[in-house]
């Protein structure tokens, strides 16, 4: 299989694929998450769409539970 128009053959889909999948569930994941603050949920959109693979990781190790709460 080979998508011209897209300058891709079925090994470049078979890594992008799943590096789509993973994003949009990670994106998903953050925008649902109710542990978060409506702050703290804008940030980690903000993280996730400008740092890519790094801002998906530091979201699935630091910021999935919300613990940490903002000080009042």
């Known amino acids: 299989m080979n998508l011209l128009f897209l300058n891709l053959g079925t090994q470049e889909l078979i890594i992008i694929l799943p590096l789509l999948v993973i994003f949009v569930y990670t994106l998903y994941h953050a925008t649902a998450n109710r542990n978060l603050s409506s702050n703290q949920r804008i940030l980690w ?28």
Do not use: P
């Open 45 to 72: 959109i903000v993280i996730i769409l400008l740092t890519n693979i790094l801002g998906w990781i530091a979201y699935w190790i630091i910021g999935k539970n919300g613990k940490a709460k903002a000080r009042q």
